[in-house]
């Protein structure tokens, strides 16, 4: 059986699945497809609008956002060859900070703000987002390959 939407087959989105998967420790996301797994990710205006701002971000919010910013670490290292370490900081209010390193080279600065509504209209554009900052971020270590092997 094929997967009904060919995006889904991307390396982003297959590390995607992986990333939801690996944080599942007690298999309650067992038997559930792509498309249930990671529905949670896209977000219309309508549903960003609902979402209040008031209160401490939850335990699965922070996860998404960490499984797509450890998705793109692992795509990063895939295609420099050196190992890429996510560091997602957030403050109790949903702001705060992802950085992805190689060796000492900041490959990927991102500012958080309302994590709250962490989320992309669509798969296409949560993998539009992903390839632009991979794109940004192996540029970056082939510019400074001496900074990246450090």
Not at 45 to 58: K, S, T, V, Y
């Amino acid at each position: 059986m094929t997967s009904p939407d060919p995006l889904l087959e991307t390396d982003f989105m297959r590390e995607m699945l992986r990333q939801v998967r690996a944080m599942d420790s007690y298999g309650i996301l067992d038997g559930k497809n792509a498309d249930e797994l990671l529905s949670p990710f896209v977000l219309t205006r309508e549903d960003r609008a609902n979402i209040p701002l008031i209160g401490d971000p939850d335990a699965e919010i922070i996860a998404r956002v960490s499984a797509f910013y450890n998705a793109i670490a692992v795509l990063i290292e895939k295609e420099c060859g050196q190992m890429a370490v996510p560091l997602v900081h957030l403050s109790h209010e949903g702001f705060g900070r992802v950085l992805v390193t190689v060796g000492k080279l900041v490959v990927l600065d991102r500012p958080l703000r309302d994590v709250h509504r962490f989320g992309f209209e669509s798969f296409s554009k949560m993998k539009t987002e992903a390839d632009k900052q991979l794109a940004l971020a192996t540029e970056l270590v082939g510019r400074y390959p001496e900074v990246a092997r450090l």
